[in-house]
């Protein structure tokens, strides 16, 4: 099973571009990065997937090197309303199902 | 996208009941669950993986006789906490995993607050 490795907190500024970059050096060939948001007493929210190079969306961009044994999210001028958790999970395929195991996450707060 | 609907979205019990907490799957059939259990100020922790019309897979350390779960039909899963205590209080999350085998979006529920007094 691909683990992942973040940083445990970041803070960060509202108005800036905030970067939190995820290991996963056991990737699987066929495993796809998935990053979540998760406020408070709320669960995971998706915010964004890929397999190599770059993918953007509305809200974030997702940076995968050639080698994908990293990631990078990419969330462009923050705001207090980012403060969250962010997960980087890498899909395990265990029994038949693909299924996604929860690293330490990066707790980000934004402020003023 | 699909929507996963859990409920309650909070509950208090007295130690020594038990609670049930169900997931269903809107908008689509989903032959597989999730439930997770997350502590404060700590991340998800897969408990068991509920299959419709068969029994549950556990993790490991994950008491199957306290955590009940059923996965009757296709559109819902439940999880039973049997004669609960203090320390099951948590943060109960259930979702369907991506529609491909190659990952993709999970969906999650709300997420149930179990406070056991």
């Known amino acids: 099973l691909a683990k992942t490795t973040q940083p445990i907190s970041m803070d960060s500024y509202e108005g800036q571009e905030v970067n939190i970059t995820c290991s996963h050096n056991?990737?699987?060939?066929?495993?796809?990065i998935t990053w979540y948001q998760q406020f408070p007493s709320q669960g995971p929210r998706f915010i964004i997937q890929?397999?190599?190079t770059k993918v953007t969306n509305e809200v974030a961009s997702l940076f995968i090197p050639a080698d994908r044994k990293s990631s990078t999210l990419s969330l462009p001028r923050v705001s207090l309303s980012d403060t969250a958790v962010y997960y980087c999970?890498?899909?395990?395929?265990?029994?038949?199902?693909?299924?996604?195991?929860f690293g330490t996450g990066t707790r980000l707060k934004v402020l003023a | 996208g699909a929507v996963v609907s859990q409920h309650p979205s909070w509950v208090i019990c007295k130690s020594g009941t038990s609670v049930k907490i169900e997931c269903r799957s809107l908008?689509?059939?989903?032959?597989?669950m999730f439930w997770y259990r997350q502590f404060p100020k700590q991340s998800l922790m897969l408990m068991a993986t509920?299959?419709?019309?068969?029994?549950?897979?556990?993790e490991q350390g994950v008491e199957k006789d306290k955590f009940l779960i059923n996965h009757a039909s296709l559109t819902l899963s439940t999880l039973t906490v049997t004669s609960a205590h203090p320390e099951d209080s948590s943060f109960y999350i259930c979702?369907?995993?991506?529609?491909?085998?190659?990952?993709?979006?999970?969906?999650f529920g709300q997420g149930t607050r179990l406070t056991v007094v």
């Open positions: 979702s369907a995993p991506p529609g491909g085998q190659r990952g993709g979006e999970a969906f």
């Open positions: 056991n990737i699987a060939t066929n495993d796809y």
């Open positions: 890929g397999y190599k």
């Open positions: 999970l890498v899909g395990a395929l265990s029994s038949g199902t693909y299924k996604y195991i």
């Open positions: 908008d689509f059939q989903a032959t597989t």
């Open positions: 509920s299959n419709e019309g068969s029994k549950a897979t556990y």
